[in-house]
């Protein structure tokens, strides 16, 4: 009687234990961009749908004046359905930013949506105990520092960061943005086409560099409460051995 070597029946019950995660369609995202946008928005649908039959009732009228409205009318639906999609799209981005909108780090989540070969770090490279932060980019148009918080609290963690920079990269062009709601600054749903429209005057290779040499600079030391430190504790040996 032939006998199954032991490792290979290990194999095939894990095998049969573990399932393969299912594959998400594209349909399905859509799906759920449409519900997070339609609990912030609850007009997305019939925004949806006025663009969808617009285009639609567009299409038949043109065919309709040729002679073709059937023609018209299959052309015309792909086109009802991508205008659709660019309506979604839109009212989904405004969405997201209504979510995130007043949360610390949101500038940064924004920041991410940033094309265009720009290299934006995770964490703060500086900030003060009101939780206002100071993010930094790299690009082709050079370094950009972008704040989060009110104008008046911020100011001074700019000039810092940019006296900072400069003393590492003097001739590379800095850019300062102010991400809020108060006078002169940026709001939450621009940020990202404001970094976008700067203009590139540096190469790939020279960003590229400019990004290592600010990667070595360092960024912000997080605020640690007082307290035992950790590394230096030591054991308490009489409560140990027992009093």
């Known amino acids: 009687m032939a006998r199954t070597p032991s490792g290979a029946g290990a194999r095939t019950d894990a095998s049969a234990g573990t399932k393969k995660p299912r594959k998400q369609r594209w349909y399905h995202q859509v799906w759920a961009v449409y519900q997070m946008t339609r609990k912030q928005d609850p007009s997305v649908t019939w925004l949806l749908l006025g663009a969808f039959v617009g285009v639609v009732a567009v299409a038949l009228a043109i065919g309709l004046v040729f002679g073709q409205p059937w023609y018209a009318l299959i052309v015309g639906v ?11 799209s839109r009212k989904a981005e405004k969405a997201a930013y209504t979510q995130i909108a007043g949360q610390p780090g949101a500038t940064r ?8 070969g720009w290299a934006f770090e995770d964490e703060p490279v500086a900030l003060n105990k009101n939780q206002d932060f100071v993010f930094r980019g790299v690009g082709r148009a050079g370094v950009v520092l972008v704040s989060e918080g009110p104008a008046h609290r911020v100011a001074k963690l700019l000039d810092d960061e ?23 600054q940026v709001t939450l749903t621009k940020v990202a086409r404001t970094v976008q429209k700067l203009k590139p005057t540096l ?17 912000a030391r997080l605020p ?7 590394l230096r ?7 140990m051995r027992g009093r």
């Not at 792909?78 to 979604?88: D, E, G, Q």
């Open 78 to 88: 792909p086109f009802a359905a991508l205008a659709a999609m660019f309506v979604l």
């Open 109 to 116: 989540a924004a920041l991410g949506t940033v094309r265009g």
């Open 162 to 184: 940019r006296r900072r920079v400069a003393r590492v990269l003097p001739n590379v062009p800095v850019t300062i943005v102010q991400c809020g709601e108060g006078e002169g």
């Open 203 to 219: 190469t790939k290779p020279e960003a590229a560099e400019i990004g290592k040499r600010l990667r070595a600079l360092g960024g």
């Open 224 to 230: 640690i409460p007082k307290g035992v430190d950790p």
């Open 233 to 239: 504790a030591r054991p308490d040996r009489r409560g």
